[in-house]
């Protein structure tokens, strides 16, 4: 998917944000985040994707306020129905309210990407930093571990995955069906997290500051969580927020492919994944949950783009 | 030179290994009888399990299997399905749609890519920068099949100016349509990327020389800035080549074309082990061999760069 042509762009952030000295100003300092944070308060794209997130996590924590029927509200004399001022979206092939069924979905959603980033960031970061702090074979070791997974294209391999681990005639649970659509993805992306982390890791590393913590006796551990984490943590944020959204986009991919997160779990994928063979003539069926898709997708892509041009000195 | 791309080599060899290892596990570690269903409503005659057996050996455990089967490939044989087809002659059938879908894809995202990276960095910061901008975010975020799938629906169902699915033959003038929904994802990272390079060059100290020594502004800018900004567009375009045809499953899927996507998705509904294994390999390959050729790229387009 999106993620690893985003990985060329995201490693510059990493070697030229920790050169940046904010100490030259006449005032008090102001840390590379506290930079960021006045940059960020003046873009609109900015404002814009955090009131979008804002809503969307709302909507996620308490659907009942957006909807007052809930997701298995279904009346099959409407069915294939089109949008009214009954229900804004219209009424799907079995009767649902589309409306309320995309309300109740996101959560699901949501969940998938949130998890799906967190697994992604926290395999990769650790990967990578162990590659870039150790080098020589651990690195070209580690490195070629991550070329194996970063060599699968990406629909291919979590198709096979969900396939192997969704037995034909099994019937997992809710739990189960998410963690497995999460697993995969996380499995497949996690490489574009630690080339990330690991050049990040590579140029603090040489700081002198990091130097001089070793020669005072420092403890690897000291040295990884005190002084290289800080320094090399920016542009994985940057890279996990655009994550999340593209892992929002991956979960409604594979379930247009009908292997991703299936019923009794209602999320937009599944929405999608029930209006792949009728959208040709029910098109509200399938385009408002994946406008619901485009739409978070678009408000996570274009934080972290927000983002890393503010941490970015070179942008200003 | 010739000692880096050695080494390169090398170094792709275990990780050729490992992707193909996990796939081929995947697949044939499948729970379940891998018979079941196979010969119709009722139980396979034990002749055809012998010889199924015996042909996927699958008695042996699953690391012998995996370079059994990887020797079989290396002298060129990608084996049978369960139904006695020549997955070589389906791949033959297939690859030659899938590879002019991504070309055409390639082809159109770099035209219109590098043209609006160049018009946006030329003009700098005003309506038509901030429009592009905009248009690439829209794009990155929407997912392809709903590229695809609007697409479908207006140019084809709505306005009627394209065939709903693609013929057999997949020409040229018939994959324009998916070629311009697979690439547009990648069309929006092109344009930001040579609006990003070009406008880090036009501050370069040879275009500044250029300028000085009085040559027309078509040739600094067609000549001397291009020629500089155009070397990480190629290198990411190469990549993608090898990217596009692994990804290419889903808008195969949307426009019905008969291509290595759509192959590979009913070997794995079939449950069709050698079929699925056959292609993903060839991906692969196709991908590593793709990454080496753009490292390589580098050294010849960018005088800078050497691999000694």
Redesign the interface.
């Known amino acids: 998917m999106t993620d690893p042509n985003a990985a060329t762009e995201f490693s510059q952030v990493g070697e030229s944000s920790p050169a940046q000295n904010p100490a030259d100003g006449p005032h008090k300092p102001r840390s590379l985040w506290g930079d960021a944070w006045r940059e960020l308060r003046r873009r609109p794209l900015f404002i814009l994707s955090a009131v979008i997130i804002v809503l969307v996590v709302v909507i996620a924590l308490a659907p009942d306020l957006f909807s007052s029927r809930d997701a298995g509200f279904s009346d099959l004399n409407r069915a294939n129905e089109s949008p009214s001022a009954d229900a804004w979206f219209g009424y799907d092939n079995q009767g649902y309210d589309v409306y309320a069924r995309t309300i109740h979905g996101t959560r699901a959603s949501l969940l998938v990407g949130v998890f799906a980033t967190l697994l992604t960031v926290l395999i990769g970061s650790l990967i990578g930093i162990v590659a870039g702090y150790y080098g020589r074979w651990v690195d070209s070791l580690l490195s070629r571990f991550g070329d194996i997974f970063a060599g699968l294209p990406f629909v291919l391999g979590a198709i096979v995955i969900l396939t192997t681990f969704n037995a034909p005639d099994s019937n997992p649970s809710e739990f189960r069906i998410i963690a497995q659509v999460v697993g995969s993805i996380a499995v497949l992306t996690w490489p574009v997290a630690m080339r990330i982390m690991r050049s990040a890791t590579l140029v603090a590393k040489q700081l002198d500051y990091v130097k001089a913590a070793r020669g005072l006796g420092a403890s690897t551990a000291r040295i990884v969580f005190r002084h290289l984490l800080p320094n090399t943590v920016a542009p994985v944020l940057v890279y996990a927020t655009i994550a999340l959204g593209a892992a929002i986009g991956a979960e409604a991919t594979l379930a247009y492919l009908g292997i991703g997160i299936r019923s009794p779990v209602v999320s937009w994928g599944v929405e999608i994944s029930d209006a792949r063979d009728y959208f040709q003539n029910v098109p509200h069926m399938l385009l408002f949950p994946a406008g619901f898709v485009t739409v978070t997708v678009l408000a996570f892509v274009m934080l972290g783009d927000a983002v890393r041009q503010a941490l970015d000195p070179k942008a200003r | 030179m010739g000692r880096y791309v050695l080494r390169r080599l090398l ?1 792709l060899i ?3 290994i ?2 193909t290892f ?2 081929y596990a ?2 044939w ?4 009888d891998p018979f079941a269903g196979k010969c119709g409503q009722r139980a396979c005659p034990q002749a055809y399990v012998d010889m199924m057996t015996a042909k996927y050996n699958l008695d042996d455990s699953l690391i012998v299997q995996y370079f059994k089967y990887l020797g079989n490939l290396l002298s060129g044989d990608f084996g049978e399905t369960f139904s006695g087809n020549a997955i070589g002659e389906m791949i033959a059938d297939a690859a030659p749609i899938t590879v002019r879908l991504a070309v055409i894809a390639v082809v159109i995202e770099a035209i219109i890519g590098i043209g609006a990276g160049i018009l946006t960095a030329l003009r700098g910061k005003g309506f038509l920068d901030n429009l592009v901008l905009l248009s690439t ?2 794009l ?7 590229t695809g ?2 697409a479908q ?1 207006l140019l084809a ?1 709505e306005w009627g100016i394209i065939n709903p699915s693609v013929s057999a033959d997949a020409t040229v003038g018939e994959l324009m349509v998916p070629g311009f929904v697979l690439g547009s ?2 069309m929006a ?1 092109i344009a ?2 040579s609006r990003a390079s070009i406008s880090e060059n036009r501050r370069a100290d040879f275009v500044r020389t250029a300028i000085a020594k009085g040559q027309p502004n078509r040739r600094v800018v067609g000549v001397h800035l291009l020629r500089a900004s155009v070397i ?1 567009v190629i290198t ?1 375009l190469g ?2 080549l090898g ?1 596009l ?3 290419a ?2 808008t195969e ?1 949307v426009f019905n074309i008969n291509g290595l996507g759509g192959l ?2 009913r070997g ?2 079939q449950k069709d082990g050698a079929t ?1 294994t056959g292609i ?1 390999v060839l ?2 390959i196709v ?2 061999l793709m990454s080496l050729v753009v490292d390589l790229m580098y050294a010849v387009l960018d005088p800078r760069i050497r691999y000694d």
């Not at chain 2, 990155?140 to 709903?146: A, E, G, K, Q, Y």
């Open positions: 170094q275990p990780v050729f490992g992707s996990l796939i995947l697949v570690a499948l729970p379940g975010l829209f990155i975020s929407l997912p392809v099949f709903v799938i609007v629906l169902g994802l990648s990272y930001r990327l990480p990411f990549t993608d990217a045809m692994g990804g499953i889903v899927g590979v998705f794995i509904q699925v993903v991906l692969v991908y590593l």
